[in-house]
C-alpha cells in the first residue's frame, strides 16, 4: 500500500498503523533475506536491527505487516484487526517473556529486543484499539 492509497480523511491513527505495517514488513523481509533458509524455530546466525528474526518470527512479522498495510485504510476493519493484534501479541509476549533464559532462549531463538519488540506491537494495538473506540463511543453519544 502507497500513501496514496490512504483516505485525505485519514486520521493520525491511519498513518500509526500504516507505518507499523511498513515497518514490519520491512523488518520481516530483512531477516528472512538475510538469513536465508532458516528453520522456522532457532537462532538465526546475523541479528537485523538487533532483533533474532527465524522463519516464525519473520513469518508473523511478515503477516502482521501485511494486515496492518491491508486494513490501514478502512475505517472499519481497524478495530477488528488491532483487537487481534492486541491480544496475540499479549500471548506472543507471555510466552516469550516465560521463556526467557540461558537454554530456553536458544531453543527459540528470540532475544530480549524480540520480546520488547512484541510488548510494544501488543502496546500500540491496544492504544489505537482504545482510541478507535472511544471516538467511535463519542461520535454516537453525538449523533
Do not use: K
Not at 512484541?118 to 454516537?140: E, I, K, P
Amino acid at each position: 500500500m502507497s500513501p496514496a492509497t490512504i483516505p485525505r480523511h485519514a486520521d493520525w491513527r491511519t498513518y500509526v498503523l500504516w507505518g507499523e505495517g511498513v515497518l514490519l514488513v520491512l523488518l520481516a523481509a530483512a531477516g528472512l533475506i538475510a538469513n536465508g533458509p532458516v528453520p522456522l524455530l532457532g537462532r538465526p546466525e546475523q541479528l537485523v536491527l538487533g532483533f533474532h528474526v527465524n522463519g516464525l518470527h519473520g513469518l508473523l512479522l511478515l503477516a502482521t505487516g501485511l494486515a496492518a498495510l491491508g486494513c490501514s485504510g478502512r475505517g472499519h476493519g481497524q478495530r477488528g484487526f488491532l483487537g487481534g493484534q492486541t491480544v496475540a501479541y499479549i500471548v506472543v509476549f507471555l510466552f516469550t517473556a516465560s521463556q526467557m533464559g540461558p537454554s530456553a532462549s536458544e531453543s527459540i531463538g528470540l532475544s530480549m529486543q524480540d520480546v520488547f519488540l512484541h510488548a510494544a506491537l501488543a502496546t500500540v494495538g491496544a492504544t489505537l484499539w482504545l482510541s478507535l473506540s472511544l471516538a467511535s463511543q463519542g461520535s454516537r453519544q453525538r449523533s
